[in-house]
């Protein structure tokens, strides 16, 4: 099997085959990564094919010593962060009552509404935790910034969806 390490360099040579072999290998990853920071599916196919085209046009710069994965991942969570703040510009209040959800279920109905509350910042931190298995050392990286902030947003995030589910409850 090849390595990534063995793609990337054959890709910089030009082969199609071998970005293709990356694409095929990560594109489950970087889509459900776009598709937990957007909550929706045609702004995480956007994101994931733009972090793609991006990757392919910068895959120069990428170290091959390092990890593909949270690179690819990192230029998703990146771009569909900038497709929310893109169309939440344009959406009305009264359609932004968008669905967060997964191909899965998620365990009821309570969580995916709470789910949907949160800010695609925090929705990228509890995803990529959660749903992706991620450390908060390895979210720190993949969406650049520091590991304090990391544990702040999941913090957060963990919180409000605590106190989401439990005025529902109450109410």
């Known amino acids: 099997m090849e390595t990534d390490a063995d793609l990337v360099l054959a890709a910089r040579r030009g082969s199609g085959e071998a970005f293709g072999r990356i694409f095929d290998r990560y594109w489950p990853r970087v889509w459900r990564a776009a598709y937990s920071t957007t909550g929706e599916r045609e702004l995480a ?17 990428f170290d091959p010593s390092r990890a593909l994965e ?35 279920p998620l365990p009821d109905d309570e969580l995916h509404e709470a789910l949907t509350r949160l800010g695609p910042e925090r929705r990228a931190v509890i995803a990529l935790h959660y749903w992706l298995d991620y450390t908060t050392p390895e979210i720190a990286e993949v969406l650049g910034v520091p590991l304090g902030t990391v544990n702040s947003r999941l913090a957060r995030a963990l919180r409000d969806l605590r106190l989401h589910l439990e005025a529902k409850r109450n109410v």
């Open 45 to 61: 196919n956007d994101a994931a094919q733009d972090a793609f085209l991006q990757a392919a046009s910068a895959l120069h710069r």
């Open 70 to 104: 949270p690179w690819l991942v990192r230029i998703a969570i990146n771009r569909s962060l900038d497709l929310v703040r893109v169309r939440r510009r344009f959406v009305s209040e009264d359609s932004a009552d968008e669905r967060f959800g997964f191909d899965e």
